[in-house]
């Protein structure tokens, strides 16, 4: 998997002068040549009020059925439970 700067991202599609043949490639070339971003905050679902899993880092609120290894509001890397 690789990471990286979404806001960066569209900035680069929103200043591209696309060809409008080749819209797809153009796309496909700058998400592939974006910038990978390392992920240096750790943390853990916990499971809060409801059984309603929350971020240990920003307390964001995700659906029980979608536990994501990453937080998908401050992107800390999610440990589990043994580490
Ligand atoms: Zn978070």
Redesign the pocket.
Known sequence: MKLIDADDLIEQINSTDFDTYRDYENVYDLIDSAEEVECFDF?HWVCGEYDIPH?S??G?EIMPNRIYPF?P??G?KMESEEN
Do not use: E, H, S
């Open positions: 943390a971020c880092a920003c964001y937080c509001n401050c800390a």
